[in-house]
């Protein structure tokens, strides 16, 4: 299957401070990215659809102008968390689509003390 | 909206038996995938095994196989031979088989525990 990785693997970070993902599709071409986010022991839930060369689509109740998505080329997408608190503290997981399929990155997991 | 539904939060199995998952789903629409996906430890979502709407046969990958069963909608997993290996949260998820669609919507998740 096709790869995708994600950087950095694990952040901490402090409160008000922002951070960068990216999200790395090595053995294909990803025109579209999803970005989703899972609590402990819970479900993923998609906060948004990442599209080359495009403004991403935000699910209903997830902040644009907190979580910042940026896909400026085929193979990388961007998730950036702006001024980070607490409750941002979570495992982030993005995904490339290849001829109708999902290839999951292998997460990221971020502290905001 | 489509929504799925896994009604088993936790499950365990003595290794070297079978175990099934259950999973329904619910929508309007006639043609869609459904899928399984794998969660182990390492948090790497790994496809187990999918399914067309289309097809009546039941899909299978090796010791992976599912009931599909179209107008009940219900979509259960059964792992035979279970493996210390398997051990792993399991996600069942529905695609929309429209060429917009590509969004999965995942159920809650069963975690599997495999005795050895």
């Known amino acids: 299957g096709a790869v995708v990785s994600q950087h950095p693997s694990r952040v901490i970070c402090k409160s008000g401070t922002s951070v960068k993902i990216e999200c790395r599709s090595l053995?294909?071409?990803?025109?579209?990215m999803f970005w989703y986010r899972q609590f402990p022991k819970q479900s993923l839930m998609l906060m948004a659809t990442s599209n080359e060369g495009s403004k991403a689509t935000y699910e209903q109740g997830v902040e644009k102008d907190k979580f910042l998505i940026n896909h400026a080329s085929l193979t990388l997408s961007t998730l950036t968390v702006t001024s980070a608190h607490p409750e941002d503290s979570s495992f982030y997981i993005c995904?490339?689509?290849?001829?109708?399929?999902?290839?999951f990155g292998p997460g990221t997991r971020l502290t905001v003390l | 909206a489509q929504t799925v539904t896994q009604s088993q939060p936790e499950m365990s199995v003595q290794e070297a038996e079978t175990v099934t998952l259950s999973c329904t789903y619910d929508t309007s629409e006639s043609d869609y995938y459904l899928f399984w996906y794998k969660q182990p430890p390492s948090r790497q979502m790994i496809l187990v095994i999918r399914?067309?709407?289309?097809?009546?046969q039941n899909a299978t990958e090796n010791r992976f196989s599912v009931n599909f069963q179209k107008a009940a909608k219900s979509f259960s997993l059964k792992i035979s031979d279970s493996q210390l290996g398997d051990a792993a949260m399991y996600f069942c998820a529905y695609r929309s088989f429209m060429e917009y669609g590509n969004k999965l919507v995942f159920g809650a998740g069963t975690i599997l525990r495999v005795k050895s």
């Open positions: 995904s490339g689509l290849s001829y109708n399929e999902q290839f």
């Open positions: 053995d294909f071409q990803a025109t579209t």
């Open positions: 399914q067309e709407a289309y097809k009546q």
